[in-house]
């Protein structure tokens, strides 16, 4: 018994001892005013292994570029348009922030139009998803809203890699009414007419919201703990139980409060302001990186005391990559205020565009067979960054060159080889209950060089350049390319002052989609996918030294 016990303590241990829990606390106060203007003062703190410095790496780059700020500022106060039917507005100057162990960063926003008059009761209210009156307007904001929350999943499950990690957010929201108001009741949203107090949404494995609602003297309270985890969501992949799921997602957090001031007139009330995503919303993305440089690797080695071999390859390149990352997402309404979901597709393209002049110095001082690999160069420029609703996505993108040198020599021997390739290539990779992928390219090659060996002797020499291209959500998920272009320089006897020489020369092409958590479970939960693409072979140079 006793040592059953230990066993399971054990086993215990080592899973919270390989789980990392990071910590995300919100605080949110917003002082409502009599003409039905508001502040909102939105603190985040955030806590983890390394999250606090991607935040921190964000909201610099965030806050010093417009293109930057103006995808956040479109995020961020979608999440209240979804809420309360308003948008707030704020600048870069509203913005503060600090990071050390803890990364921390205050916005202050102004927002009209949060109170509305109720004719019928003569009485004022301030009403978060505010449909149920309006259900043309429910039909088109209610999928929007549900598609935001599911894709801020997506990414936070990439981010998380594993369902032993997750994040925990705890949110508290304090509305403060008008001076003078006296608050009455609080009513519940949609089909929902139990007593708003708490509430409960449960994705599956252990992907959870769950909220408490607390009527204060100047208003409310609202406590709300979000769990997500790299998990599998069971319960919203499931076409059926989805419904149940987004009905609960619908109704979360869904109430107004009703209040009368006498200080108050409704004909002196802000109005709504209307945000972008009533009209244009994508879920669709598109990136492009470039880089260029020379990169060369020597190997120098020996077999014996009488054989030493020189090999250098060298590689000039030019790369674009664009990338671009759709989720598309299928509804079908199931009744009123009610629809159910699937990922209808997830597409995943990547178009690099790569000019590459491979070459080969070698040099071998005696008979020799021998194969030399290394890392020739390893690149990751700066993220590419954006976001959804508050939560920060970047875009890792790497180049990673290989090199491999074969080389098979009769006698001493050294020459040069090189040449020009270009290649294009548009790939898109698939998801839509099952993948494939589609494909277009084309390679040329030019300048093709072959100098005369230093001796006339029997040699193979091949030199092989693996690329791989990738363009990773925090590193972790996204396309990648495997691009290979190689030169074999051969040299045969011909007659007795003759050497035949020969430079042929190709390029394989792979290339798929690496996943991670949410993702991975929606796409028949593959780590990756890869599909052999293209293979191309040519002969470069042919001819003949005289010696």
Known sequence: MLRRLMFVVMLFLAAVLFATQYTRTITEKIEVYHDGLAIIIRQEN???EDLPKFYADYYKNMTADQKLFDNFLYEATKEYY???GTTPNFSVKDIKFSADKTFTATIVMKVEGLVSYDKDKNRFVIAR???????KLADLLLPKYFESQIEENIFIASFLKSEKNSLVTERTVELVLPEGSKPEEISPAFVSKTQPSSWYVDFGGGNTYKAELKKTEKGFILKETMVINGGTPKNLMDEKSSVNVLQSLRDYTAFEIAFSNEKMKPDTLTKPVEHKVKSDFSGSWTFTASQSGQKTLTFTTSTTPSVQVTATPRIDTSLTLQVSLLIDHGWVKTGTFSWSWRLKRLEASVSPTITIKPSLDISVTGTLEKTLSATLF?????PIYFSISFVPVWIQFELAVGAEVYEKFSAGLSFTVSTNYSHYASLKFTYDGRWNYSASRNASYSGPTFSKPSARAGALAKLSLPFTVSAYIYSVAGPFVRL????????TFSTSNKLDAKLTGGLTLSGGVQMAGWLKSFCDNLPSVEYNIWTWETTLYQGSFTY
């Open 46 to 48: 955030i806590t983890g």
């Open 484 to 491: 290979s272009p190689w030169l074999k320089a051969e040299t």
């Open 82 to 84: 979804f809420l309360y």
């Open 378 to 382: 390893s690149y990751r420029p700066a």
């Open 129 to 135: 998803k505010g449909f149920e009156n309006n259900e």
